[in-house]
């Protein structure tokens, strides 16, 4: 790449590989094992160090810290790593922290939206097209699957799960896994019911939302427990969707927001 793209402010070290067309901004700190992919943007004062993976065309907001050790008394400097897709848009003072038993790492998928403030700490894993809002922070181990949204100023419990197009609302506290396509909010946290607006952006089928609605009736209105609700949908486990909200929920270690 040209060194015309790269402030004269920069400091990189150690054994950094940089794409075609990388802009590296002012101040900004590249030490360790550290790949960037093509046509990516990093801005002032960012800060990329370790074992971390990025690939094409991301956008770093300035004072972003990826790479940074784990916050967890039981990291012992393992080699642990970030690995980061491609498309995704990590706004401002964003962190993200490598992975703490040997040879994990943290993951985020592709066309993910983190915006300002929005903490990883070690070992999360994201898939595509999430967006996390303003200042939300993830517990060692969460995960979030493709297209969930999550509001700002969310907290979540290490090793929660969270399903496709799913929808966190604002100042949620999350300590138990939230079943895909539903909407969930509050402190502590309550299933609202389904995600519909998220859905319709989807394009989701009227048919294949009444379905889930159908599915979200017997888990949560029926009166049935858990282990009954899913006797109760395995008939329709064929349909796609309904077969997601079931593989989701026998999965669950914590067990299911309520």
Do not use: W
């Not at 400097?77 to 970030?82: A, D, E, L, Q, R």
């Not at 929660?160 to 509050?186: H, N, Q, W």
């Amino acid at each position: 790449m040209g060194s015309e793209l790269i402030h004269k402010t920069a400091i990189i070290e150690g054994n950094v590989s940089i794409g075609n067309n990388v802009k590296v901004g002012p101040y900004a700190y590249l030490s360790g094992e550290i790949q960037i992919g093509d046509n990516t943007e990093i801005g002032h004062c960012v800060q990329i160090e370790g074992n971390v993976i990025i690939g094409n065309y991301n956008k770093i907001g300035h004072s972003a810290h990826i790479g940074a050790p784990p916050q967890d008394v039981a990291y012992n400097g393992s080699n642990t790593s970030v690995t980061i897709g491609n498309d995704n848009i990590i706004r401002e003072f964003v962190q993200i922290h490598r992975g703490t038993k040997e040879g994990t790492s943290t993951e985020i998928g592709s066309s993910c939206f983190l915006m300002g403030g929005v903490h990883l700490a070690h070992n999360t894993k994201l898939g595509n097209n999430v967006t996390i809002a303003n200042n939300s922070m993830l517990a060692g181990y969460v995960e979030i699957d493709d297209f969930a949204f999550v509001s700002g100023l969310c907290g979540f419990h290490q090793f929660v799960r969270v399903g496709k197009y799913a929808m966190i609302g604002g100042l949620s506290r999350i300590t138990k896994d939230c079943p895909t396509f539903m909407t969930v909010e509050g402190n502590p946290a309550r299933v609202a019911g389904v995600n519909v607006i998220g859905l319709r952006r989807r394009e989701f089928t009227p048919e294949r939302r009444k379905s889930i609605k159908d599915a979200y009736r017997i888990l949560y209105r029926s009166g049935l427990n858990v282990s009954q609700a899913i006797d109760e949908l395995l008939p329709s486990k064929d349909n796609a969707d309904i077969g997601e909200i079931i593989n989701f929920i026998k999965l669950s270690d914590r067990g299911i927001i309520k």
